[in-house]
């Protein structure tokens, strides 16, 4: 026996409310695709501290630097990676820019 029949249903039970019903609750494929390019963003660990440094407190690119202890160009790569997925928010004063959460539900708060 293959693989393949052995994952097949071998018990046909079709209920087409039931399968109309919850092909009606799958989102576009525009949903989906942002929805997998937001978790791709936050699958990285830094992603992830910058994330939390930013539900603390708005700070600009070299305040994160400093804080995670990385080159300002490495915490612009993804600060750039979490904003185009929509997660972050920026505010521009004179030269400098300033992040913040888009949201604040973004960061679970574990202890």
Do not use: W
Request: charged share 25%.
């Amino acid at each position: 026996m293959t693989d393949h029949e052995l994952s097949v249903c071998k018990t046909v039970c079709l209920n087409k409310e039931k399968i109309s019903f919850l092909k009606k609750q799958i989102p576009s494929r525009k949903v989906l695709d942002a929805a997998a390019d937001r978790h791709k963003a936050l699958g990285h660990p830094m992603r992830q501290a910058i994330l939390s440094v930013l539900a603390a407190k708005v700070c600009c690119v070299c305040d994160l630097a400093n804080i995670l202890e990385l080159p300002v160009s490495t915490v612009s790569q993804h600060l750039r990676t979490l904003r185009s997925v929509g997660l972050l928010r920026s505010r521009q004063v004179g030269k400098i820019v300033f992040y913040s959460l888009s949201t604040p539900d973004i960061v679970q708060k574990t202890s």
